[in-house]
């Protein structure tokens, strides 16, 4: 996924690991690697949107 997104993987653990927050741009990249809505990857599971 890193690869795929252009960033570290470094980067991406610490996404994973909730110490940094990705930009809106990288949030879209990553909606578009997994082919869902951006609105998917922010809405706490549970919750309808």
């Known amino acids: 996924?890193?690869?795929v997104l252009g960033i570290?993987?470094?980067y991406l653990?610490?996404?994973e690991r909730?110490?940094?927050s990705p930009s809106v741009t990288l949030?879209?990249?990553f909606?578009?690697?997994l082919d869902v809505s951006p609105c998917?990857?922010?809405t706490p599971l549970g919750e309808s949107r």
């Open 40 to 42: 998917d990857l922010i």
């Open 8 to 10: 570290s993987l470094r």
């Open 13 to 15: 653990g610490s996404i």
């Open 31 to 33: 909606a578009t690697a």
């Open 18 to 20: 909730g110490k940094v």
């Open 1 to 3: 996924m890193a690869h």
């Open 27 to 29: 949030l879209g990249a």
